[in-house]
Structure formats: structure tokens, C-alpha cells
């Protein structure tokens, strides 16, 4: 199955739907360090990156879409996230940096069997719902194209009147606020995805009933607080274990009331991801890709730091201060210090064979910004499922569309 990845970043998003099955025919990014990063691990054939086309710099506006075969099984990517982030200016619609409308352009000229796209909660603000039914209904219906000089306002009365007197979307479209720890990411991250499939496909799917969680904080409260077993595996004798959080205590007798531990395997903590790991001041360190010490970690209000006995905070884009400097681990003693890149990447689940470029600031940036890849994974995955559930695609019967029609700044609310 053929995909086409915008908005690239690291490649977070991409090798997950990569070791979901789809084979990338396009891998799109603007950031130069990102595309570094991309060709160095292609280079080495770091996998599943080593079948990857190569990736230049490019501006998603000046790419011409029918350059792509008309068999995309999959077009995924996540828009920057600054216009609409809770630690943006909140510029929404209105900032030259929402790139939404070009991935509506893409799946309009490309017209995949499936969509997947991933961005920030703060999406799903209150002051941008009109603009997110905007985003929903161009996904729905990507040929009824916006004129040039129509106010996306305009364009969004349009699409009203065309959905409610249409029997059937050009595509079927669900979205949900996804935590990665609920998948088996050591880290608490909240994010919107979108999953679209072309409806002549003929497939039914959704996030309650294709993309059950994995993993809970109940199993982990049983782990940690009525059976023990997560300090056994850690080797942590019961002298140096902490107290049982006292704010859980009618959930912990509860659990320990029980018989039966709860579904699922236990959230993963930063203890479990990281813990292996040499001490980034030791000289063993020297030997892992990516495991340097940062100084000048500090402890204050709202940025606090990542306990080792639960899932990370979420790591966030920026290089200091609230919101952008919680990449930091706090030690039982209260004392912080940065993650490390090798550190953060796990917390993201990349692999240890994948390695950064930059500085520290840029490659926190890469995996602020990054789709955590066991989270990519399990959401491609269900999508790739339904894909092969269907014994015999259809050939596409969407309207022809070529980029001739439009341009992407018609399209720029």
C-alpha cells in the first residue's frame, strides 16, 4: 500500500505507518534539520527508513500532487500545530502558518483510499470549532474547491448546504483526542487525529470500535501498589520504594478490594524507558548516539519536571521556560535535570538506532514536535487493517481533479 507523508518533522508519524505496512513515495519537510536527520537515518538504512525516497527541503505549496500515481492507498501528516497549540498566540485560521488547507489540497488531487492526520488538542478549542468543521467538511467533500476570493467563511456555508443535501460524503471522516500513554508510549501526550477513507471504499470505521487502548494507569496503580511487581522488575527493594500517593487512595482500596487486575498492560513510565540507560555525566555515556548532558535544568511553578514512577510529561517544542521547558526528569529528591536527546527519543519511542542532528534545542524542537511511533503505529495499523479487510478496491469515482484547477493560496483562509 502506497502512501505519501506531508509535514514530515523527524519522522515520527511516517515510521510508524512504514512498520504498519505502507511503503512512502513521498516523504515532505521544509525543516532543513529534520530532513538531516530523515537522510541520515536512510542513509544507514536505520529501518524501516532505508527504502525511504530522499528528502530535500521543499515548501508543501510548491508541490504539484498529480506527480503521484493514482493509486495512494494512504496520505497522512501533521499541519503545524503553532496556530492552533495552547502555548501559540492562537492565531487559528488567520496565521501563515496553518498548512491545512494543502493537505486538503493533496487528498483532493490524489484522492487516497485513507487519510490520517495528527495536530495539537488545542484544535479542538472552543473559539476554532467553526474553523474545525471548516477542516471536517473540506476533508468530506475535498473537490468542492474553495473559489478564488471566498472568505472561508463562505466556503464553509457552501459545504453546509452541499453535506446536508448529499446522500453520501466523498469521504467518511472521525477524529478523537488520542493519549499515547493509552497505547504503550511512556509519555502523556494528547493529541487530535483524524482518519478519513474514501467512501467508495465501502469501509466503516471508527476510534471506539477499531482502536481499543492497550494500556491503563489502574493496571499500573496494581502493578505498582497492591501487587508490587513493577518495583520487583525494577529491582527496587521495599526500603527505597515511595509512599502510595495518598490522592489515590479510594481508587487504590478499591483495587485492592479486587480480585481480578485490571484490563490491559500497565501505562509505561519514565522508569521503564529510560532507566538502562548510563548516567549522561558518566563516560559510559559516550557510547550511546545522543546521551549528553544538558546543564541548567531548574525546578518552578508549572515546570516541575517528569516523576520517574509515571509516564513523561508531555515534551514540548521549546528550549526553556512555560510551556516549552518541561523536558526535564525530577529525581526523587526534588532536584531536576534535561532529558537527553537519547532520553526524549525514547520517550517518543523511537529507536535507539535512529539519531538526531543538531544542537539540543533543535532536536528537542524535532521531538517536541514529533508523533510518538508506537502511537503512529497502532493508528496505521487499524487503518492498514481495514484497508486489507477489503477484498476488492474500487477504482476511484471521485470527480478528476489536477492541480491546474486550484492553488494553494485560494485555498489560505
Not at 498529480?66 to 493509486?71: M, S, V
Not at 535507539?352 to 521531538?367: A, I, K, N, V, Y
Request: with cysteine.
Amino acid at each position: 500500500m502506497r502512501s505519501v507523508e506531508l509535514f514530515a518533522g523527524a519522522g515520527g508519524l511516517a515510521i510508524g505507518i512504514a512498520r504498519a505496512g505502507f511503503q512512502h513515495l513521498g516523504i515532505i519537510e521544509h525543516n532543513q534539520w529534520c530532513c538531516e536527520t530523515i537522510n541520515d537515518n536512510r542513509e544507514r538504512r536505520v529501518s524501516p527508513l532505508g527504502d525511504w525516497p530522499a528528502v530535500t527541503p521543499t515548501d508543501v505549496k510548491e508541490i504539484q500532487f498529480d506527480q503521484f500515481p493514482h493509486d495512494i492507498a494512504l496520505v497522512s501528516g501533521g499541519p503545524p500545530c503553532q496556530p492552533f497549540s495552547l502555548g501559540g498566540k492562537h492565531g487559528g485560521q488567520s496565521d501563515s502558518r496553518n498548512l491545512f488547507p494543502d493537505l486538503v489540497r493533496a487528498v483532493r488531487v490524489m484522492r487516497p483510499r485513507a487519510v490520517i492526520v495528527e495536530n495539537v488538542r488545542g484544535l479542538l478549542r472552543k473559539s476554532f470549532d467553526p474553523y474545525f468543521k471548516y477542516l471536517l467538511l473540506n476533508l468530506m467533500y475535498p473537490t468542492l474547491v474553495r473559489c478564488a476570493g471566498e472568505e472561508w467563511q463562505a466556503h464553509l456555508a457552501r459545504l453546509e448546504r452541499h453535506h446536508a443535501a448529499s446522500k453520501e460524503p466523498e469521504y467518511r471522516v472521525d477524529f478523537e483526542v488520542l493519549n499515547a500513554a493509552d497505547y504503550g508510549v511512556p509519555q502523556i501526550r494528547k493529541r487530535v487525529f483524524i482518519v478519513a477513507f474514501r467512501a467508495d471504499v465501502g469501509i466503516e470505521w471508527s476510534f471506539r470500535d477499531d482502536l481499543p487502548t492497550t494500556h491503563s494507569p489502574d493496571r499500573l496503580l496494581w502493578d505498582q501498589w497492591v501487587t508490587g511487581e513493577y518495583w520487583d522488575r525494577h529491582h527496587i527493594p521495599l526500603a527505597k520504594r515511595p509512599a502510595a500517593p495518598s490522592r489515590r487512595s479510594t481508587l487504590l482500596k478499591a483495587l485492592s478490594s479486587s480480585r481480578c487486575p485490571p484490563a490491559g498492560e500497565p501505562w509505561m513510565t519514565v522508569r521503564d524507558a529510560v532507566s538502562d540507560l548510563p548516567d549522561p555525566r558518566s563516560d559510559e555515556a559516550r557510547n550511546v548516539a545522543n546521551h549528553r548532558f544538558n546543564p541548567g535544568a531548574r525546578s518552578y511553578p508549572g515546570h516541575t519536571g517528569s516523576p520517574w514512577d509515571q509516564p513523561a510529561k508531555t515534551l514540548k517544542a521549546g528550549d526553556h521556560g512555560v510551556p516549552g521547558g518541561e523536558n526535564t526528569l525530577r529525581h526523587p529528591n526534588g532536584r531536576v535535570r534535561y532529558f537527553t536527546v537519547r532520553e526524549a527519543a525514547r520517550l517518543q519511542t523511537f529507536s535507539d538506532s535512529f539519531e538526531f542532528h543538531g544542537s539540543w534545542t533543535e532536536t528537542m524542537r524535532q521531538l517536541g514536535n514529533a508523533v510518538p511511533v508506537q502511537l503512529a503505529y497502532r493508528v496505521a495499523k487499524s487503518v492498514a487493517n481495514a484497508l486489507c479487510s477489503v477484498s476488492s478496491l474500487p477504482a476511484n469515482s471521485l470527480p478528476e481533479a489536477s492541480e491546474p484547477r486550484e492553488t494553494s493560496s485560494q485555498l489560505q483562509p
